[in-house]
């Protein structure tokens, strides 16, 4: 049973555009969010996370905002650069144990 | 800055076989988690310490153990090795002692039963 998902396998966005990531999520004891950008043959990187009490946290390039009546959150890269293309993962917390759940990835191509 | 660090970072092994993989985590990082990434699925959790205590159990099978030592090192051991088990295996940790849920990985080993 996928609790997270992520419905765009890939996207291609041109360089200098806005890309923009979506996840939704079906466990609404999810309370801690995270985003990851892995790269071929490496582990995950971390790039920015969001509590539930909070709808938007930014860090430079990347925003991430959540609606947790919708359950579902984006991460937004702007401007998106051609360094940026990866397989780019979401993740979420339960508020009980220090379990994590993954979305299936969306692949983002920055096309210069 | 030290990352984590997994060891082998290749492993192949026959059916029935038992592996050791190896996962030393950033300094001063008191939670290490294990996953088991299969071919174009997603990170799928299997087990996390806090403290060298098992924290969460996830999809581990009972065919796999792990502990965390007094240095903060964990080992993932499996035994009975079997085809389904080919897939990346990450490890990553986190300070969750100072509140932060923040996972930094791996590169992975990647384990091939044949």
């Known amino acids: 049973d996928q609790q997270v998902k992520q419905n765009s396998p890939s996207l291609s966005v041109q360089e200098g555009r806005i890309s923009i990531l979506n996840c939704d999520y079906t466990n609404s004891m999810f309370d801690y969010f995270l985003w990851y950008k892995k790269y071929p043959a490496e582990g995950p990187t971390f790039l920015i996370s969001?509590?539930?009490?909070?709808d938007k946290n930014e860090d430079g390039r990347f925003t991430v905002f959540l609606n947790k009546s919708a359950k579902h959150l984006s991460l937004h890269i702007v401007p998106s650069q051609p360094g940026d293309s990866a397989v780019y993962f979401c993740?979420?917390?339960?508020?009980?144990?220090?379990?994590?759940?993954f979305g299936t990835g969306t692949s983002l191509t920055v096309i210069p | 800055a030290a990352g984590v660090i997994q060891s082998p970072r290749h492993l192949i092994k026959e059916k029935r076989e038992t592996a050791t993989l190896k996962c030393y985590p950033i300094p001063r990082h008191d939670t290490v988690y294990w996953y088991q990434q299969g071919p174009g699925q997603d990170p799928q959790f299997l087990i996390s310490?806090?403290?060298?205590?098992?924290?969460d159990k996830g999809s581990i099978p009972d065919r796999f153990s792990a502990q965390q030592f007094s240095d903060y090192h964990s080992e993932l051991n499996m035994s009975s090795l079997e085809l389904g088990d080919s897939a990346l295996y990450f490890c990553?940790?986190?300070?969750?002692?100072?509140?932060?849920?923040?996972?930094?990985f791996g590169p992975g080993t990647r384990l091939t039963v044949t």
């Open positions: 990553a940790s986190s300070l969750r002692g100072r509140g932060s849920y923040e996972q930094y």
């Open positions: 969001i509590s539930s009490i909070k």
């Open positions: 993740a979420a917390k339960r508020n009980t144990g220090n379990q994590f759940y």
């Open positions: 310490f806090y403290e060298k205590m098992q924290s």
